[in-house]
């Protein structure tokens, strides 16, 4: 019978990073419904070591996550398998919302909107000042839905996730994880309303 | 573009890395040769190298997961790094990524400098970083790269597949750097390709001059982002060397 090590509540529109050993389990829950949660995620000995999505739809041959799936990292090693999934589908190719990229995708003046860089570089330099935007790459977005078409499209769409939706990990080495529970306002991927969600760790 | 006006030329063997500066209004022609090529490209501001290609603002603001004519390789920074102002290829791969040496070994077999000499395989992630290496940069630097020349089908349930489109003999493809662009090419397979032959065939990549960007051109007016994009990247130039001309 495993252990619950931690639970805690990552408010709408805030960063979270923590450590996970080798064997621990993971549950991020969308308590609510539709939200955006951009993850990264580090070997904790080799932060240069990080999570790779392009790795990561090559091994699988797919483009999108879900229970099996295995988290590749740069140097094609397996970080994390996601172990349990009630919401069946996950992004990696949508990248984390930022205010340079929101005034090329919505207009100028949502430059000083609140984004998951910044909750990125704020959590990651809090961590360990030896961090730096160099060390981010394209991330996950559990619970978001961001579908590929054959004709080479690609589109941010109405979430298929809803409330109590969770995804399970358990990591294959110590990792550190990178959260943003993702503030956007501008597309529907927090269904255009951010919400807390919930991250619980159980030891192995 | 006539080949006879290139101002740099350098044919590129496969599986070979190589780097070239190309600043704002010069472009870059890639010509796959043999039509079995692939080249990996990276692509950094000069300026300010902590701003690089990215993958996932490029597909997002663009609403794509193929480049083609009128797409722009876009920067974490919101600007566009390079344009593609001409293409006779028509899909290019953004979401694969590049080979590592154990994956070449496992798809085309043991050949390496000892056995092989220069004829060894070589494999896309080692190519970057000892491209990446010569001009300051490392591990952190390597992020998803673009594939030119390589066409990657997606079904409806997200599978992907290498598409027999990706052969096309003399394709080619002009990037212009819209910023003062650091490009690091590999033309090391795409990790989708099959063995056992590892490739042959050259790329030819030549640089000429493209010249202002002109309002009605096909990459800034392909959709409202572009525009703001380049906008973007003109924000970058606002403060121009000894003050603003007359
Ligand atoms: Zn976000």
Redesign the pocket.
Known sequence: MSTLLRQETIRAGDPFMARIDAGQRVRLVDTEGNE?I?TFFFNAEDPRERYSAVDTVRRQRKVYLTTGTELVSNEDRTLLTIVDDTCGRHDTLGG???SESNTVRYAHDRKFMH???D?FLLALLNWNEDFSKRDLGPNI?FFMNVPLSADGGLRFEEGISGPGKYVELVAHMDVLILI?N???LNNP??GFNPTPVEFLLWDA | MPSNAFLLEERIPAGCHHALLLKRGYALRLTDLSGDGNVGLLAFNADERSERYNMADTLKAQHTHKLALGNVLYSDMGRPLLSIMGDSFGWHDTICGTTNAAMIEATYGLNDFQLARNGYYRNGRDGFLMELGRWGLGRRDLVPNANFFSTVAVDDEGNIALSDASYQPGAWVELRAELNVLVILSTAPHPLREGPTYPEGDIEAGVFWAGEVPASDVCRTACGENQRGFENAEAWFALPDGGPKA
């Open positions: 955006a951009d984390a919302c930022a984004s998951c860089r909750n977005n943003s993702c503030p956007q991927c927090s």
